[in-house]
């Protein structure tokens, strides 16, 4: 693996680190420190995934424009001003534009470090971006057991956390990133040739794929909104909830040796691996609404984390295999885009349902959201098979 990458990996965990001391509790603070209902909750979080979607965009947009390393740059430092005003500042309605500033922030690192992983080891495939996974969900696993310990003393003290992670990540990436960033002019001319481009087939088929990938999470982000809060209401601490988090991170990494054959197997059938991620979803959404003590809720995380093995690093590999030259970050923009709207969605439409209709009309009604991603995902290539029908397609 080049050591480009590997500084990647380490930007990529610390990174997803501080920021998974924040996005376990957003709803648990919102409800249970600042008196708002799910519902509110929800809009909260739609929002701050809807600048999220502004920011996906526009970091995929700048990657191809001026490079990784300014646009990760920008980001950083934006997401630092935001967290630096909600240390101060973490009351309502404050709350919901930092909130807001920060998804927008976020949203343009991400795109930026998936396109530029893809760019420095091309030949890597699916290992560069799994890399950059499991650098994501080691910080996943680390993340919320130091969040739970710091909110246990004072859950104010989050903010500072990830204020000091982001102030880390912006020196490594100061420091190493700025000899990845491909030149400007390179990609800028690229993208002027690109208008020219007649094959409109690949990016038909990220959309559609896309689709099943928002509705993904659109079920994966009720854990961090009504199910959180469903689980304290059972009696289960804040502390255990923050460790199902870190047993979904370091499950990710010691499965990785088992999985191994299994991926290698499908390394070349993405549409396979979807498959069986979307399924095992599923299943993992039947667990949970039969749970009512703590061990079943880590059986459900087992199920729901062996899902995700499957599926999330699938669609940014993917959108790199079906991205023009010099249109690898818009691609990956795309991707990571849908994800978000999924993450804006979830919360309010399942703050909506519990508040109205209770909890287990949230189970079912996403359950069967994840079974209709499957439609989207199964279909993804027949425009590729339109203009290439005697070819293999990915």
Known sequence: ????????????????????????????????????????????????????????????????????????????????????????????????????????????????????????????????????????????????AVAGLVADHNINNIFLANLLTYILFLVVAGVYYRKMSVAPNINASIMKNSKKIKQKAPFYAMMIVSIGYMLTWVAYVQWTSTISTHVLDLGITLKEYSMLWTINGALILLTQPLIKPIINRLEHRIKTQMIIGIVIFMASFVVVSYAEDYTMFIVAMVVLTLGEIFIWPAVPTLANQLAPKGREGFYQGIVNSMATIGRMIGPFAGGIIVDVYGIQAMFLVFTLLIALAIIPTLLYDRPLKKVAPDKDVI
């Open 1 to 144: 693996m080049p050591k480009a990458v590997w500084f990647l990996i380490i930007g990529m965990f610390i990174n997803t680190t501080g920021n998974s001391f924040l996005w376990p509790l957003h709803t648990i603070y919102m409800h249970d420190h600042l008196g708002q209902t799910l519902t509110m909750a929800g809009f909260v979080l739609m929002i701050n995934a809807g600048t999220g979607v502004i920011g996906n965009l526009l970091g995929g947009y700048l990657f191809d424009r001026i490079g990784g390393y300014k646009s990760i740059m920008f980001g950083i430092i934006l997401s630092m001003v935001s967290l630096l005003l909600l240390t101060f500042w973490h009351g309502w309605p404050e709350y919901i534009w930092f909130v807001a500033i920060l998804g927008f922030s976020g949203g343009i690192i991400f795109p930026s470090m998936y396109a530029l992983v893809g760019s420095v080891w091309p030949e890597g495939g699916r290992k560069a971006f799994n890399a950059i996974y499991l650098a994501q969900n080691l910080g996943v696993a680390i993340g919320p």
